[in-house]
């Protein structure tokens, strides 16, 4: 729980200075009770007969009750705070970058490699009641695993990753939308080269009409999440910054993690060499837009941490909540505890 707490109704708050009143009155009862206690013939016997526990027996029920009172003020005052709920994430899609700069061996024993074996812990540590589909992008996107719950088929696809020319990193953002949103008619190949050079719909059906969608907040879509995963930077395909605000009109919370160097170097691969730069403001930008977060990770032990990160983090969600009824639970078990008290002690409430 993020503190401090927020109040929808903090105008009742001021009822609370009622309280200090209430304990001024009680502590004017009990002298003016002392006063005429005093009239009694027999002080000793009158002290021998309320018992050795009386005395603080008779301040425990208007205690519970004064409680009760803040508790139930408290409640009227709606309080709300941020608390980590479990999440309601049905899908993951897995969007991991299999450009040829993922051959590079400054990761031990290569970026793919590094990056195969971080996912398959991912998938592990997930829940098994969440789907997890895989997409890949080089030049182009594509789905290698639609989204299932069987970890088997998504290792197999993993372990058949073939790396490719180019980095269209948006365009592996938007071809994960078009599995989450299937009735929505996203086209990839529109977005890409314009009117009439398309091809096929990703949403291929036949005669299926297209979904009219209406833009929410970002990051309130809590059904699915995208894990964008990369070493480079966008050279081909959608733009990164146009697939963002798709996904956070649609509120799909976009994780992004950046591979390999943020300085810039050449890496050879079997006589042909190749610069090398991670493009971190984007995929930063990316993760702001969305409502997620952007990791970095240097080595395969900062990756595979990476994922654990992530997977503790899409199985809890934060999120703005009234604490109202809880309060009013805590006032009304008071209230109930103070008029038990008394009744049991002094046969009257309170």
């Known amino acids: 729980m993020t503190l401090p707490l927020s109040f929808l109704w903090p105008q009742f708050l001021w009822l609370l200075l009622t309280l200090p009143l209430l304990v001024l009155v009680y502590v004017w009862l009990l002298r003016r009770r002392k006063k005429l206690s005093l009239r009694i013939s027999s002080v000793a016997i009158a002290r021998q007969a309320l018992g050795t526990g009386q005395h603080w027996r008779r301040h425990l029920p208007p205690a519970f009750f004064l409680l009760a009172m803040a508790a139930g003020l408290l409640a009227a005052s709606r309080p709300t705070a941020v608390i980590a709920l479990p999440s309601h994430h049905a899908t993951v899609m ?13 990761i031990q024993p290569s970026r793919i490699v590094a990056a195969q074996e971080a996912a398959k812990s991912f998938l592990t540590d997930l829940p098994r009641n969440v789907k997890v589909g895989i997409v890949t992008f080089a030049g182009t996107a594509q789905v290698v695993q639609p989204a299932t719950l069987q970890r088997e088929d998504l290792v197999a696809a993993i372990d058949k990753f073939q790396l490719q020319r180019g980095t269209a990193v948006g365009s592996g953002i938007v071809v994960a939308l078009s599995e989450l949103f299937p009735d929505h008619g996203i086209d990839v190949g529109e977005m ?26 970002p990051g309130s879509y809590t059904s699915a999440a995208i894990v964008l995963l990369t070493d480079g930077r966008r050279t081909t395909g959608v733009d990164p910054q146009e697939a963002a605000m798709m996904a956070a009109h649609r509120g799909v919370r976009v994780y992004s993690i950046g591979l390999g160097t943020v300085t810039g170097e050449v890496a050879g691969f079997e006589g042909w060499s190749m610069y090398l730069k991670l493009d971190e403001p984007s995929l930063k930008a990316i993760a702001n837009a969305t409502q997620a977060e ?3 990770a240097g080595n395969a032990e900062a990756l595979k941490t990476v994922y654990e990160k992530l997977s503790t983090r899409l199985q809890v969600d934060k999120k703005e909540t009234e604490l109202s009824a809880l309060l009013a639970l805590v006032a009304a078990a008071l209230s109930l505890t103070a008029a038990g008290l008394s009744l049991a002690w002094f046969n009257r409430i309170v």
């Open 294 to 296: 952007y990791f970095y």
């Open 192 to 217: 890409t080269y314009g009117n009439g050079k398309s091809g096929k719909r990703i949403d291929e059906s036949p005669g299926k009409p297209k979904k009219e969608h209406v833009p929410v907040a």
């Open 94 to 106: 897995l969007a991991i970058d299999v450009s040829l700069s993922m051959r590079a061996t400054d």
